[in-house]
């Protein structure tokens, strides 16, 4: 790990600003495993975006122009958009590392090796269905920030500013945070989504190479073709939430937890101090004018079809025999057969939808009095003709490519066309 | 004789060692006499030191607690010479009061005793100090001097808190937050910040096991009723923290060892007379019983290798300053009972499962609070001090919550200042603004009893506390809701 700290101070200015997030983190910990006492730690998203939440409210709260002449720190050296898998992460820059170090590794590489009274978090490890996952317990109390109260780098009001802000972050549950984490205005959204939309376009190519170059391969080591198709269904599926347009299904998207976290941090009763409640109001858009902003409900559709597409292809292929004992399909096991069955029909229904009539605001009752005709591509396999083994694997990973083929060239091509995707 | 003279520069620990390293060289005494509680706490920084001609623990074979001197012989006391150690020297009251027990009750020859203070005033008439490192301090140099010694032991990890206590060394390999938690579960507990910057946890009123039966084996009219009783967690490094259980029933003023059922390690301690004795054997007592609940606070950390709570032998050896004739090995087996117990017991389920543990460290919002009720304990003792001239006592912790918490007070109607008052108390004894003491108060039952007290510690801190006193009645006279929080400026 290296961020070019030959810059003078740089060092500094990155682990000064490790510690006034991490103490955010801290103080969210602190308030959620009081009120949850079997909670084991929180997870790497969630301290991520806990932390990009508490940067936002930082620059906004902490005016530069008193400050600098006072010595005391403003700016954190932290950009807040740095694209890496599912979008934004906040991240310092370097010269040498691809140009950017996510905040939450750079601490981590720091706590490789450091006694656990001066590490950033400790880690526990966590069972899952797939496998281990850690989750995090961050460590950084006030204690720990007296050298900056002691050097004048930060005055006791900031803790207790940072103080405040971590406790409002405790009354969210992970979801609320991770959503208002990494939203707060309608042209960061829209971005997002594209992110998504060109990563699952990206991984959907690499998919289809690798079975491709490897498809006698496959039939008996399928686990590298499951972790693909893994991918391919976790951008489609974060892409929806993102767009709101999984709710009518699950009833789970980032429009709602967002719309509950700012519920929860600003409504009349809410505990959240005040100066946190007007710093949180300038920073963070209200619910409707993010997902109803043309730039993020036209995005409605494409992110629904994809996931749709996901769901069918990888989830159907997840749950043949074929993948069963996959990480990947351990990862799915919560996609049932119904719900695969449900995607198949709503794929269905998007592929009768011309490019020239995808709606300003898409909902799914939209869709459902608006699929008419019969589908633009072939859609005669279904995820049964698999499961009973009617249809070869590799056949319907065949058949499956024309369906993403136009879906990709009718509703995510005119999206994505001006990304880059060079940030990764 | 003035071992050396810098008053500025230099570390203060390593001048602390370098003049009692010559101090005890030249003297070679027989006794070492630690005036409470700094002397002791002096004398700790020194013995710890690597560099130091007399460590620890062989050097607490030797010290004799100013607390203690009644309890010697005569005869043992005159074998050698004797050595007063202090910090410093005000008026020289301190060492005064030593050497008249000294010569006047036990007969020891004056020529056998000498006196090495580190700092000394350039008012103190009242004795004369045969070696000191720094002499005729203005008071405000006196100040200064006296605050870098404080940081000293602030530094070395609260040594002011700890001379008369059993305290346990516990290293930790989790993060301290789930360290604290640990503990509080046993009760509420207050982290706080000592000025040096070291971190203290003070948990208020623990859960203690066999509470019926502590006080079956105390004598009758023993009670725990407003005593002190907490469990205080001290930084001594990085990772590594002491934890003290303190516990101070009140007892009838005229108890006889027959009175008492406790552990033959402490029974043999008490005293047909002494009845401050028989108090500070019967607080070692009742602070034992809470390290059972220490050791089941920790038991699952311990389960799971994250701490590794040490009890060597050599670690209560200071005890003998206050108990020259304890057994240590025996109190030693005792201590370590606890921690069987404790791991063991089933009343682990009196433990809550959801530990209240409230930040109270420097820049918190509950700092300013905590800092409020410092200054006016403080304030109240100070004013103590003034209602009672011939007899500086100080004030009970009932007393004290009486004149901080009762209806109409500042503090009434906020539910956290009452655990913050343990945590005030331990900062403000740590930076020697208040010392404990012993005194008897007849209780509403119309028993006297001995009972643990507190007051101002020394005319410095006497003549600041008024300072501050007249500057708050002015203002509160003013209307003025503003508070001047600066001690001495």
């Known amino acids: 790990m290296n961020l070019d700290f030959n810059r003078e101070d740089y060092y500094d200015t990155c682990f000064n600003a490790s510690l006034i997030l991490g103490y955010v983190a801290y103080k969210r910990w602190d308030g959620l495993s009081l009120s949850y006492p079997v909670l084991q730690g929180l997870s790497k998203f969630d301290i991520d975006k806990t932390m990009r939440f508490a940067l936002k409210l930082w620059n906004e709260a902490m005016i530069p122009d008193p400050r600098k002449k006072e010595g005391l720190i403003c700016s954190l050296g932290i950009k807040p958009d740095h694209n890496d898998k599912h979008g934004h992460r906040i991240a310092f820059a370097s010269s040498i590392e691809k140009g950017w170090k996510p905040v939450l590794d750079f601490m981590q590489s720091l706590d490789n090796g450091e006694k656990e009274a001066k590490r950033f978090f400790l880690s526990k490890p966590k069972e899952k269905s797939y496998g281990p996952k850690d989750v995090l317990v961050p460590q950084v109390d006030q204690h720990r920030l007296n050298p900056l109260l002691r050097s004048r780098r930060l005055t006791t009001d900031d803790v207790r500013f940072l103080e405040k802000v971590g406790s409002a972050c405790s009354l969210l549950d992970a979801f609320e945070m991770i959503s208002i984490g990494r939203h707060e205005t309608a042209a960061g959204t829209r971005d997002s989504i594209l992110w998504e939309l060109s990563r699952w376009k990206e991984w959907v190519a690499d998919t289809y190479n690798y079975v491709s170059e490897n498809s006698s391969y496959i039939l008996s080591s399928p686990s590298e073709a499951a972790n693909y198709l893994w991918q391919c269904y976790s951008f489609a599926r974060e892409c929806a939430l993102k767009t709101g347009t999984l709710e009518e299904i699950t009833g789970f998207s980032d429009r709602k937890n967002y719309n509950n976290a700012i519920l929860k941090l600003l409504s009349e009763g809410s505990p959240v101090e005040e100066r946190v409640k007007r710093t949180i109001k300038a920073v963070q858009c209200s619910t409707s004018s993010i997902w109803k902003d043309a730039q993020v409900a036209t995005l409605g559709f494409a992110g629904f079809a994809i996931w749709c597409c996901s769901v069918f292809s990888s989830g159907t292929l997840l749950k043949s025999k074929l993948f069963s004992s996959t990480q990947g399909a351990m990862r799915l096991e919560k996609l049932d057969a119904e719900l695969i069955k449900n995607g198949y029909d709503d794929l269905k229904r998007c592929m009768t939808i011309d490019r020239s009539n995808i709606p300003a605001v898409f909902t799914r009752d939209w869709l459902i009095k608006n699929a008419n005709g019969l589908p633009l591509v072939d859609m005669s396999i279904t995820p049964e003709d698999l499961w009973a083994e009617r249809c070869p694997v590799l056949e319907f990973i065949s058949h499956t490519k024309a369906i993403h083929d136009h879906i990709i060239e009718n509703f995510v091509d005119p999206e994505v066309f001006d990304i880059s995707l060079n940030e990764a | ?489």
């Open chain 2, 1 to 489: 004789m003035i071992i050396s003279s810098s008053q500025s520069g230099g570390d203060t620990s390593s001048s602390i060692v370098r003049f009692l390293n010559a101090a005890l060289s030249k003297t070679e005494p027989l006794w070492i006499v630690a005036t409470e509680r700094k002397g002791t706490a002096i004398l700790r920084t020194y013995s710890e030191a690597p560099d130091a001609l007399f460590q620890a623990p062989a050097i607490w074979d030797k010290v004799i607690s100013s607390e203690s001197l009644r309890r010697m012989s005569g005869e043992d006391l005159n074998r050698g010479t004797i050595l007063i150690v202090d910090e410093a020297m005000f008026s020289g009251r301190g060492a005064s009061n030593a050497i008249k027990i000294l010569v006047d009750e036990k007969g020891v020859e004056r020529e056998k005793i000498k006196i090495a203070v580190y700092a000394v005033h350039e008012n103190a008439s009242e004795a004369q100090a045969d070696f000191r490192w720094i002499g005729q301090l203005s008071t405000s140099m006196y100040r200064r001097v006296r605050e870098q010694i404080l940081g000293c032991f602030q530094q070395k990890g609260s040594l002011l808190l700890d001379t008369e206590h059993i305290e346990i060394s516990v290293g930790i390999k989790c993060g301290r937050s789930e360290f604290f938690r640990a503990l509080c579960r046993s009760g509420v507990g207050i982290s706080h910040e000592t000025t040096a910057g070291r971190l203290n946890l003070t948990i208020n009123d623990p859960i203690l096991v066999g509470e019926k039966e502590l006080l079956l084996k105390l004598p009758k009219y023993a009670t725990i009723r407003n005593a002190v009783k907490k469990i205080r967690v001290v930084e001594r490094m990085e990772d590594k923290f002491a934890i003290i259980p303190i516990f101070y029933p009140s007892i009838p003023k005229e108890t006889k060892p027959d009175d008492y059922s406790i552990d033959s390690c402490l029974s043999a301690l008490l005293s047909e007379s002494d009845q401050d004795a028989n108090f500070h054997v019967v607080g070692i007592f009742a602070a034992l019983q809470l390290f059972q609940t220490v050791f089941m606070s920790l038991s699952e950390l311990m389960n799971q290798n994250k701490v590794d709570p040490v009890i060597p032998e050599e670690s209560l050896r200071h005890m003998k300053a206050l108990f020259p004739t304890i057994n240590l090995k025996k109190l030693h087996a005792y201590v370590q009972n606890f921690r069987e117990l404790g791991r063991t017991t089933k009343a682990k389920k009196l433990l809550s499962d959801k530990p209240v543990h409230f930040d109270a460290t420097t820049a918190s919002e509950n700092a300013s609070l905590l800092n409020d009720i410092h200054l006016s304990v403080i304030k109240e003792l100070a004013s103590a001090m003034d209602d009672y001239p011939r007899k500086p006592k100080g004030l009970t912790i009932g007393e004290l919550k009486k004149k901080l918490f009762a209806e109409g007070q500042p503090f009434s109607r906020i539910e956290l200042a009452k655990p913050l008052l343990g945590a005030a108390l331990d900062r403000a004894i740590d930076q020697a603004d208040i010392i404990p003491d012993i005194d008897c108060r007849v209780f509403d039952d119309g028993i006297e009893r001995v009972v643990r007290t507190f007051r101002i510690d020394g005319e410095i801190v006497l003549s600041d506390a008024r300072r501050i006193t007249t500057l708050w009645t002015e203002i509160d006279s003013l209307g003025n809701s503003n508070r001047c929080h600066n001690r001495g400026e």
